[in-house]
């Protein structure tokens, strides 16, 4: 197995929903905002080359929204989906999976693209994955999270015919040495991939810990439906994680890709940061 980790770019989030109750003399010594209040946020992408197979996990916010849409996020072009590919030595035409942790337009915007009057999966020989109670949940989306279910991102999926689902088992296993676990407190069956990389665990948090200031167990973002269940998958999880010395790799930090746990007077802390290239 080979990791490639593929940056889809840089964008922007109101502080305050980021880190929900937290109040803003705390988290924005942890992620300084602009004059907007808002921060920046990475769309860091995961590519795990197994065999014949290349999986890409989540593929960022895509390029086919309006300018009015692109200017409420404040997207940074220095990386690109296609771009960070083309540097693992890939290009979209080699992607075999495409893995979705969840259809919030920021995970999955680049999954498809306009083609003239069309919209076409961009990744044109991959079969795309989700699950049963997701993918009724995204389609079928209640007024909280409806504008983050874009339905240009998603139903074009199913109407390619390259749609499938995986079973809602946890930890049933994806393929060789990668299992999923479900967690429901930030939108509903959200999958994170557990990966076995040469006798360590790396698990891709997706937005149960979007970033390392998001351990502490209060910073739960205001995004979340159900918030009082983010806080027990959190401590579940970072438990096991800390026992089990697990590798945390995060989607949406932009200043640290991974970090193992410490324990502190105060719980459950991080403890090194380190780019994925450190432990590969």
């Known amino acids: 197995m080979k990791l490639h980790v593929i ?9 305050g929903a980021m880190f929900g109750i937290v109040p ?4 924005q010594k942890l992620n300084p905002p602009d004059e907007n209040n808002m921060c920046t946020w990475s769309m860091r992408c995961l590519l795990i080359e197994e065999g014949r197979r290349l999986v890409l996990v989540d593929n960022g916010i895509g390029d086919k929204q309006d300018a009015k849409f692109f200017g409420h996020y404040y997207l940074d072009g220095k990386y690109t989906l296609e771009g960070s590919l083309k540097s693992a030595g890939f290009s979209k035409d080699d992607i075999t999976d495409v893995f979705q942790t969840h259809l919030h337009f920021d995970h999955c915007g680049g999954a498809i693209i306009r083609q003239d ?10 079969t795309y994955w989700s699950n049963a109670a997701h993918w009724k949940w995204a389609t079928e989306p209640n ?3 409806k504008a983050s279910f874009l339905k240009e991102n998603i139903l074009p999926i199913q109407e390619s015919g390259k749609l499938k689902f995986v079973e809602e088992i946890e930890g049933i296993g994806f393929m060789k040495n990668v299992n999923i676990r479900f967690v429901n407190g930030h939108t509903d069956a959200m999958m994170l991939p557990q990966i076995n990389y040469n006798g360590k665990t790396i698990v891709y948090m997706a937005d149960l ?10 910073y739960v973002m205001a995004y979340d439906t159900r918030p009082l269940l983010t806080l027990k998958e959190k401590k579940s999880f970072l438990q096991e994680a800390y026992e089990n010395k697990y590798t945390l790799f995060f989607e949406h930090d932009a200043y640290h890709e991974c970090c193992d746990l410490r324990m502190t007077e105060k719980g459950i802390r991080s403890n090194e940061t380190f780019d994925l290239a450190k432990i590969l």
């Open 7 to 15: 940056h889809a770019g840089n964008f922007k989030l109101d502080g």
């Open 24 to 27: 803003k003399s705390m988290w």
């Open 143 to 145: 007024d909280r999270e």
């Open 209 to 218: 810990l979007p970033s390392v200031p998001h351990i502490p167990i209060p």
């Open 117 to 126: 009057d069309k919209l076409v999966p961009a990744f044109k020989n991959a």
